[in-house]
């Protein structure tokens, strides 16, 4: 058997399929996944005023971030519908940005692995603060979305090395 890494979900013949968890066993899975929206400074200013023109921004990213990690399985085409116990978005304000860093973690006892939902429901909700915020400023730049960490499963634990310390 090979050790050299391989594409899970493309078959011997080349052709994309859904991974069989059926055997796995059920374990304890968390991801964190994270992003920025990087924007001017009197943009940060009037989200956080809560004076933006659509309403309270934060409120409604964090909601759109947590439905996102929910329907993960409905946008990814080859991701399994799950049975998610947590997550949580945060959003705080950076003004060295400046703007608002995003962080999800999603939680659940189970086959398989949650980072795409914990990576999902950073990029919706760095999306619905552009949304609601663009009217004030087109220029907003999403960036730095990645995952942080995860753990349980086969693969053992994973933590970014230029995220430790």
């Not at 920025?36 to 934060?58: C, F, Q, W």
């Amino acid at each position: 058997m090979s050790m050299e890494p391989r594409l899970t979900h493309i078959d011997a013949s080349g052709e994309a399929h859904m991974v069989d968890v059926g055997d796995k066993s059920e374990t304890v899975r968390i991801a964190v996944a994270e992003g920025a929206v990087r924007m001017r400074g009197e943009t940060l200013d009037l989200i956080l005023s809560g004076n933006a023109k659509k309403g309270d921004v934060l409120g409604a990213a964090r909601f759109a971030g947590i439905m996102a990690a929910k329907k993960t399985s409905e946008l990814i085409p080859l991701c399994h519908p799950l049975l998610i116990s947590k997550v949580t978005v945060d959003i705080a304000p950076d003004a060295a940005l400046p703007g608002l860093r995003v962080e999800a973690m999603v939680k659940l006892t189970g086959k398989t692995g949650v980072e795409m939902e914990a990576l999902t429901a950073v990029s919706v909700a760095c999306l619905t603060i552009y949304d609601m915020a663009k009217a004030a400023d087109k220029a907003m730049e999403i960036v730095d979305i990645r995952l942080k960490s995860k753990t349980g499963g086969k693969s053992g634990d994973f933590s970014r090395p230029d995220l430790e310390g």
